[in-house]
């Protein structure tokens, strides 16, 4: 079945350093989600990529979806102690029905 | 709130029990997904439903089952339970595989 890999499992920073997360998938993708869980929280929503190629920020947040549409990354700039959480990549491929998660990246972020 | 309403947020039962976990999905998503998620661990797919019927199924334990009701809410019941089934438990919804909505999680404690 569809296979989802996230790199690293855990990313320990330095405040104001930069962090990266990144995505693979076995197969190739409909489109790619990525979410945040806060420490004790649910997975929130943060954003989706379809086009191949794709790049989308949201302030401090790069996404980008590889023109194989296989894999994604998610750049983080300057960290702030907000940034804490665990960040999972979610790949659809359409045949499957659903999303498979990937195993999430835990940013600590040291003040 | 996220929209998507579960209920409990902590369950604490012996081995052996049953238990009930409930979600409603946001207003207008008709798909459910039931998300297992162990102490430090991923989010693993148990089972998802679309408009009433089963769509995919991951691993989930043939100790556990789920439906969703003409209502589209949906209940996953756990029986014979054993400690190692003690986890969080997501529900979330969608419409169309865009951006899950998840409730807060139940967090189920096998003693």
């Known amino acids: 079945g569809q296979q989802v890999m996230q790199i690293p499992q855990y990313q320990h920073v330095q405040e104001g350093e930069d962090f990266t997360t990144y995505c693979n998938s076995s197969t190739t993708l409909s489109n790619i989600q990525w979410y945040k869980q806060r420490p004790g929280g649910h997975p929130v929503f943060l954003i989706q990529l379809v086009k191949s190629g794709e790049v989308k920020k949201q302030k401090r947040l790069t996404f980008q979806f590889g023109e194989a549409k296989k894999n994604s990354s998610l750049h983080i700039t300057a960290t702030q102690t907000t940034d804490v959480g665990t960040y999972f990549c979610?790949?659809?491929?359409?045949?499957?029905?659903?999303?498979?998660f990937g195993d999430g990246t835990t940013l600590t972020v040291k003040p | 709130d996220s929209g998507v309403t579960k209920t409990p947020k902590h369950l604490i039962t012996a081995t052996g029990q049953r238990v009930t976990l409930r979600c409603s999905p946001r207003s207008g998503d008709l798909s459910v997904y039931w998300y297992q998620q162990s102490l430090d661990q991923g989010l693993q797919f148990l089972i998802q439903?679309?408009?009433?019927?089963?769509?995919a199924k991951g691993n989930i334990l043939e100790r556990f089952s789920a439906q969703q009701f003409p209502d589209l809410h949906s209940e996953l019941n756990l029986s014979s339970l054993e400690l190692g089934d003690s986890a969080l438990y997501f529900c979330a919804s969608s419409v169309n595989n865009y951006g899950y909505t998840f409730g807060s999680g139940t967090r189920l404690t096998v003693v």
């Open positions: 979610a790949g659809l491929n359409t045949n499957a029905g659903k999303s498979t």
């Open positions: 439903y679309y408009n009433g019927e089963e769509r």
